[in-house]
Every structure is written in structure tokens, then in C-alpha cells.
């Protein structure tokens, strides 16, 4: 979903009912002896009934970028035997970038508001507490020609003499589909009706 030019957003639900069908446990007891305990029906150990997330992230001119997102889960038991779960919890993460010629930099805030919440399990008596606010920086340089690409749409197919007449290479074609009356078409993107050419140049 896209509110307004350079604005991106993006939702996700899931609801899960995990359950045991068929599954029985080994449990040790005074060694050498143990019992064999039947845990079917009992829910699925790491598998939240409801997940749910939400990222928008926002482009403004000369290169700065801004995001944030939501991560929330729901309780969810740490063993088969269902006796202890983990609590649902709610995380809050953000990010800032920017670009300027052939450097771009990222900080990313992990679990802005500190929240604490239990990631996995360790056993089937305890639980790994997660990572409290954490923020990391990460810079990418770009070295060599960069191929900056083009799309220009056309109102009708390419032939042949086309592909002359631009001085566009084949190897520079994205894809070639046959017209079935000698000539050949240039198409990109979901619509497949709309015949492109694209142009790659060295900067």
C-alpha cells in the first residue's frame, strides 16, 4: 500500500491453532525406569495463534529514508506437555537511512520502548530472555560503473529494425517474447500488455 508518493506500507496477520494429533513423550522417571505420556491435542510448542506486523517506511528528497514497525505474538507454550508457555509481547524497531552517491548508510533501533519478552524456550522448564534496545549502524560503498535502467513505454511493439534504430543490444533486453509475425517484443513488470524497452547505460 502505497498512501502517498515515497510513503510504503505493509500489514500481515496470522492466526495458527497448532495442535498435537498424534504424539507421545518418553518421560524418565526413577532410571532405569520412565512412562510413556500421550500429548495429543495439546498445542504445537513455539506456534503463537496470533501474529501480527506492521512496517511503513517513508523516502523524502536528497536521500533520507525512515521506517517503523510493529511485531506482535501472542503467548505460546515451550514444550509438548504445555505446562509453561511464553508471554506474548509487542516490539517497537525503526530506521534511518541515507544515500549520497555511492554511500549509504542504515542505523537500525531494535526494541525501541525495551520491552522484555522470552524468545525460545530451553527445555520444557525455561525460557531465553531476547535482546533489550539495541542499535546498530551499517555504511555500503559502491565501487566501479554503476547501470543506471531505463523504461520507456511504447505504443506497440518492437521489431526488429526497432532494436536497430535504438542501438539497444540484445544482451541489454530484459525479455524478448516472440509476436508470432516475425517481429519480437520487449515486456517488463506485471502487465504484460504494455511493451517496453530497456535502455542500460554505464555512469
Request: aromatic letters at 8%; hydrophobic letters at 40%.
Amino acid at each position: 500500500m502505497k498512501p502517498s508518493p515515497g510513503w510504503v506500507t505493509t500489514a500481515s496477520y496470522a492466526y495458527t491453532d497448532a495442535e498435537l494429533t498424534s504424539f507421545s513423550e518418553l518421560v524418565p522417571l526413577q532410571p532405569p525406569d520412565f512412562v510413556v505420556i500421550d500429548r495429543s491435542g495439546n498445542r504445537a510448542p513455539f506456534a503463537p495463534r496470533h501474529l501480527f506486523s506492521l512496517w511503513t517506511s517513508k523516502r523524502f528528497g536528497g536521500g533520507l529514508g525512515v521506517a517503523l514497525g510493529l511485531r506482535s505474538l501472542s503467548d505460546q507454550p515451550i514444550a509438548e506437555d504445555n505446562r509453561y508457555s511464553i508471554a506474548g509481547y509487542t516490539t517497537l524497531d525503526a530506521m534511518v537511512s541515507y544515500e549520497v552517491r555511492r554511500l549509504r548508510l542504515r542505523l537500525n533501533l531494535r526494541n525501541l520502548t525495551g520491552t522484555e519478552y522470552a524468545t525460545r524456550g530451553f527445555g520444557s522448564v525455561s525460557a531465553i530472555p531476547a535482546r533489550p534496545f539495541e542499535a546498530s549502524l551499517r555504511a555500503e560503498l559502491g565501487f566501479g560503473k554503476r547501470r543506471t535502467i531505463e523504461y520507456v513505454t511504447l505504443d506497440r511493439a518492437l521489431s526488429t529494425a526497432d532494436f536497430v534504430s535504438l542501438h539497444v543490444p540484445p544482451a541489454s533486453l530484459l525479455r524478448v517474447v516472440d509476436r508470432g509475425d516475425g517481429g519480437a517484443a520487449l515486456r517488463v513488470g506485471p502487465d504484460d500488455d504494455a511493451p517496453v524497452r530497456q535502455v542500460l547505460r554505464d555512469g
